[in-house]
């Protein structure tokens, strides 16, 4: 059993929670993620690594209540314990120096991009980081992303902070500004990559994005996350959950994602009714 150390409500929908979960904290590495189960009963969904101490045998998760499972570990306490958390799973975010590195997040995406972000300013590179959200509130972790970036860029839908726009605007500014970017990564959601690495690829930047299909097992047993990229069928939980941005076939994992939309509903209204919610 795995229990729930501390819970934050960040913004509306999303929560802030450190789990404790030794065996996880001591091998965990930036761009890993873990499949939790909140009991027995419960269905198995994944979840990104965004922090670890190893020395206390913790890991931080940061998430965003969409379906019945994330709004049941919502409703969790301090205390209370997770049946499972599998972990760490997927490959590990290929950090090094790069040279610049341009850091783009957006959503709930952004905690999944700051161990990544963090280790590679450590590593020495200059870390040019863009947070895209809707209104400025939704703009989560910008302090903790400011303390490992040379240079933070807001990007916010209704122009409440920062740039008015989308980060594809951020990115376009920096190029116009004569600012060399070697490496990009972007994670957000699936349309906010596809668009990330459609302006890297017409900028001639390389970039990785965090790939999110449905997962069951997180393994590589099942084949319910598998993704087209360059042409060949990979299992985003253990070929992933990064891939190269320009070789993915956004449309059809957009068109995977959508496949249980229907028993998805059905599953949370069921369950907000249960808890007395709906
Ligand atoms: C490797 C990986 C890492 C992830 N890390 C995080 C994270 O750190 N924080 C976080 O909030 N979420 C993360 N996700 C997404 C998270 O797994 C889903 O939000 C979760 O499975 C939803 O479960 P549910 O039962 O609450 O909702 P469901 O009832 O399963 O789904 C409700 C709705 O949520 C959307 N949804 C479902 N699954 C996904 C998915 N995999 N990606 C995007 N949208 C989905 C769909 O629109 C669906 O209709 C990650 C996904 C993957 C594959
Ligand atoms: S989730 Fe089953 S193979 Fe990846």
Same mark, same amino acid.
Request: charged share 25%.
């Given at each position: 059993m795995f229990e729930i150390l501390t819970k934050k409500k960040i913004v509306e929908k999303e929560y802030d929670m450190w789990?404790?979960?030794?065996?996880?904290?001591?091998? @965990? =590495?930036?761009?890993?993620?873990?499949v939790v189960r909140t009991s027995e009963k419960g269905e198995r969904i994944p979840l990104t690594i965004a922090d670890f101490d190893r020395e206390n045998g913790n890991?931080?998760?940061?998430?965003q209540t969409v379906g019945?499972?994330?709004?049941?570990?919502?409703?969790?306490e301090v205390g209370d314990k997770l049946a499972d958390v599998v972990g760490p799973l997927g490959t590990p975010s290929e950090v090094k120096?790069?040279?610049t590195v341009l850091m783009i997040g957006g959503g709930v995406g952004i905690a999944a991009l700051f161990p990544i972000l963090r280790e590679l300013k450590l590593l020495?590179?200059?870390?040019?980081?863009?947070?895209?959200?809707?209104?400025?509130?939704?703009?989560?972790?910008?302090?903790?992303? @400011? =303390?490992y970036s040379d240079e933070l860029i807001i990007t916010t839908d209704d122009g409440s902070e920062g740039i008015k726009g989308v980060v594809t605007d951020g990115m376009k500014m920096l190029i116009e500004r004569g600012e060399k970017i070697d490496y990009a990564w972007a994670i957000g959601p699936t349309i906010m990559m596809k668009f990330s690495a459609l302006t890297a690829k017409e900028l001639g930047i390389p970039i990785w994005v965090s790939l999110n299909p449905i997962m069951v097992d997180g393994t590589g047993m099942c084949g319910a996350c598998r993704v087209t990229v360059n042409g060949n069928i990979r299992f985003a939980c253990v070929d992933g959950p990064e891939f190269d941005g320009h070789g993915v076939a956004w449309d059809e994992l957009m068109t995977r994602l959508k496949q249980y939309k229907d028993q998805e509903k059905i599953s949370l209204e069921k369950y907000l009714n249960e808890v007395g919610e709906m």
């Open positions: 789990i404790k979960a030794p065996r996880v904290a001591s091998h @965990a =590495k930036p761009g890993q993620f873990v890991i931080r998760l940061i998430f019945k499972t994330t709004y049941e570990m919502s409703r969790m120096k790069h040279g020495g590179n200059k870390v040019i980081t863009i947070l895209g959200g809707r209104t400025s509130e939704l703009v989560i972790m910008k302090d903790e992303c @400011a =303390k």
